[in-house]
């Protein structure tokens, strides 16, 4: 069957470096996992990268005695620090509870805001088609995003925004992280390093997703064997050393 918007496909490497990028992740180290390589190479080009955090990660442990408020306080702290190594102008926080994040009008109506407010010319999430997809904020982030940069773009969604002078702005580019079938790829054999330097960050989590390499030795080179394997994994399509792959789409 053809595809209506088959002349809206890519499956290209050739996304020029944006002037604004805006990474949406649901946890504090997500847009780090999906794209935190990429970020880092546009950042070194001269694009202005924001960082939008969805939730307070305050679930975020396998330690039943973690207290959940100093969690938070603690990612809070992590992200910021990692937000460097990306070489993030701004990062900002929604304010969701961890695995309690929902994609609701409200939510959806902040998120054009912010997009009319930062402007960027690609912004970068969670596929919210991914399938099986387990955690919930991961499932709902992809959806606000997704549904907040269609509002954004058109000018009769949220007129009071207008009223207060953010103009309607639309994207040249939607990149979504671990998507089932992606179409673009970038590049990141030259900051993968940075990549998991930023990942490292996150120490409050790395005995949940990345083998305690925050201890060093042997566990950090396990770690770093593991995602340089995967960023492997992810270029082969593209014939790409190195890379992040990516559905695109055109808002």
Sequence with gaps: MTNLYGDLRHDTTDLPNPRRALAIGAHPDDAEFGAGGTLIRWGRSGTVVSLLVMTDGSKGSWDPSAEPAELAAVRHAETLQAAEVLGCEDVEFFGAVDGELRATPAAVERVSRHIRRRRPDVVLTHDPWQRYQLHPDHRATGWIVVDAVVSARD???????????????????????????????????????????????????????????????????????????????????????AAESFRRLTP
């Design 155 to 241: 000018p009769h969604f949220f007129p009071h925004q207008i009223a207060e002078g953010l103009l309607p702005h639309r994207p040249s580019a939607l990149l979504l992280w671990s998507a089932d079938e992606p179409d673009h790829w970038e590049p990141i054999d030259v900051t993968l390093e940075q990549k998991i330097d930023a990942l490292l960050c996150h120490s409050s989590q790395s005995a949940t997703t990345m083998g305690d390499a925050h201890l060093g030795g042997p566990a950090r080179a396990a770690f770093e064997g593991r995602m340089t394997a995967w960023a492997a994994r992810q270029g082969e399509a593209a014939g790409l050393a």
